[in-house]
């Protein structure tokens, strides 16, 4: 999979069959599991290793557990990891294109910056959360300088 993060890929997405690559205006689906090549081939283009970058957001923000990914500082490329409430779906969403969201039932709505709403069934709690921690790793960022 040749595919690279890039400022308008919204989110990725993994359903237990196949990688749905969401972009403005565009969807890719590729079959199988591909998340993990296309994070680590997007941070090695970005001048890192995703396990660098993790081991680095990690110290940013002292968390463990689903832990945001700078995939580009230039660019201010930030992706945080959700599980999906159905079985085995992971996504991962670009922190710069969410313009807002709220609790819809047992989905969470989103509208991204171009103004495209989609819902997804995850945790509004937990979504809420993952955005915290990428605005603390953001902070982060701009005060160093």
Request: net charge positive.
């Amino acid at each position: 999979m040749d595919y690279i993060i890039n400022k308008n890929t919204y989110y990725l997405m993994y359903d237990n069959n196949k990688t749905v690559i969401n972009e403005l205006s565009t969807e890719l689906i590729i079959p199988g599991n591909n998340l993990k090549d296309i994070l680590e081939n997007s941070c090695e283009y970005y001048g890192s290793s995703l396990q660098g970058r993790i081991v680095g957001a990690r110290n940013l923000i002292k968390s463990r557990y689903k832990i945001p990914i700078m995939v580009s500082e230039k660019n201010n490329i930030l992706f945080f990891p959700l599980s999906g409430k159905k079985n085995g779906e992971v996504i991962w969403f670009n922190f710069g294109m969410i313009k807002s969201y709220e609790k819809d039932g047992e989905f969470v709505s989103i509208t991204f910056v171009d103004g495209e709403v989609k819902k997804f069934m995850i945790s509004y709690a937990i979504f809420n959360n993952q955005i915290l921690k990428c605005s603390r790793m953001l902070v982060i960022y701009m005060n160093r300088g």
